[in-house]
């Protein structure tokens, strides 16, 4: 079974900075691209970033383009999203999402973290 | 970006009958690139349906999905209790991959 678990949210103030983890276990990470989703309560997810398999790709939402960056070590089979300038309207449930794909090109999500909560609020 | 309107926003059924979903996008999606995903409370998407009509791992078959382009459905043919929760489409056909805002399925 696949499993993947996120950590390090929590409570942080405007324009500060904070950074997710995704370990992972369960699949052959290296194989396949990666993806940050996020979601309001009572909203629809909302796409945030993607890897591809070996890190040389990534792309972003407009909303967080120049503030986030993912990263992924696939020798920990573990993906990261470094999250700066946080703004209140980045406050959100943040999941990891695995892609049966390689490429970063938009795809659907076949296995999903738990998520985790991150709160902008002074 | 492609805008997913799903409809009903809610929908109040009893088990053994049938629930139908619908998503309809601002523009057409290329290749039937849409999936279906359920979400129950406290618990992260399920993949349910992937290229608009193909039923993921271990999805029953109670769960059908069709459409193309820009009008797409999802059937759960007899709804059995577990399957009272949020539903949501997603698009995968253009970049940003965009989501629907969701369908509450309640019990009746």
């Known amino acids: 079974e696949e499993y993947l678990v996120e950590s390090g949210g929590g409570l942080v103030q405007p324009g500060r900075a904070l950074r997710l983890s995704c370990a992972t276990s369960g699949f052959t990470f290296v194989d396949f691209a990666m993806h940050w989703v996020r979601q309001v309560p009572g909203k629809g997810p909302q796409w945030v970033s993607s890897i591809n398999w070996n890190g040389d790709s990534t792309a972003y939402a407009d909303s967080v383009k120049g503030r986030f960056t993912i990263s992924r070590d696939n020798a920990k089979s573990s993906l990261y999203l470094q999250m700066n300038s946080l703004r209140p309207e980045d406050t959100a449930f943040y999941y990891c999402?695995?892609?049966?794909?390689?490429?970063?090109?938009?795809?659907?999500?076949?296995?999903w973290g738990q998520g985790i909560q991150v709160t902008v609020s002074s | 970006e492609i805008v997913l309107t799903q409809s009903p926003g809610s929908l109040s059924l009893s088990p053994g009958e049938r629930a139908t979903l619908s998503c309809r996008a601002s523009?057409?999606?290329?290749?039937?690139?849409l999936a279906w995903y359920q979400q129950k409370p406290g618990q992260s998407p399920k993949l349910l349906i992937y290229?608009?009509?193909t039923r993921a791992t271990g999805i029953p078959d109670r769960f059908s999905g069709s459409g193309s382009s820009k009008d797409f459905t999802l059937t759960i043919s007899r709804l059995e209790p577990e399957d009272f929760a949020v539903y949501f489409c997603q698009q995968y056909g253009l970049a940003p991959l965009t989501f629907g805002q969701g369908t509450r399925l309640e019990i009746k």
């Open positions: 290229g608009a009509s």
């Open positions: 999402a695995k892609a049966p794909n390689w490429g970063n090109a938009p795809y659907y999500f076949d296995s």
């Open positions: 523009r057409g999606v290329s290749s039937d690139y």
